[in-house]
Nanobody
Framework: QVQLVESGGGLVRPGGSLRLSCAASGFAFSSYAMSWVRQAPGKESEWISSINSGGDRRRYADSVNGRFTISRDNAKNTVYLEINNLKPEDTAVYFC???????????????RGQGTQVTVSS
């Protein structure tokens, strides 16, 4: 079955950086677009970014555009999210999700992993 394991979160100061990873298994990773979403305490889940199956098309939410970079390594079945210039409002649990097809505008499925906590605080 589909398994997604996120890692790389932590406690960072405002302005800091993190690189999140999501290791995927149980499906043909290189055939699907992937997404990152996040959920802050007391808030609804927020889509952040998607990347197509080949890794050459990306899109971002306005709230993170210019600070976040999504990438993937199909040889390692892993998708990444590099986060720069972190702000307190970026504090959330970050999840990766498998999309329904290979397109970066496709819908993402309900995240299946435990997520990784990112806390931005001085």
């Amino acid at each position: 079955q589909v398994q997604l394991v996120e890692s790389g979160g932590g406690l960072v100061r405002p302005g800091g950086s993190l690189r999140l990873s999501c290791a995927a298994s149980g499906f043909a990773f290189s055939s699907y677009a992937m997404s990152w979403v996040r959920q802050a305490p007391g808030k609804e889940s927020e889509w952040i970014s998607s990347i197509n199956s080949g890794g050459d098309r990306r899109r971002y939410a306005d709230s993170v555009n210019g600070r976040f970079t999504i990438s993937r390594d199909n040889a390692k079945n892993t998708v990444y999210l590099e986060i720069n210039n972190l702000k307190p409002e970026d504090t959330a649990v970050y999840f990766c999700a498998k999309n329904v097809n290979n397109g970066y505008y496709s819908l993402y499925e309900t995240p299946r992993g435990q997520g990784t906590q990112v806390t931005v605080s001085s």
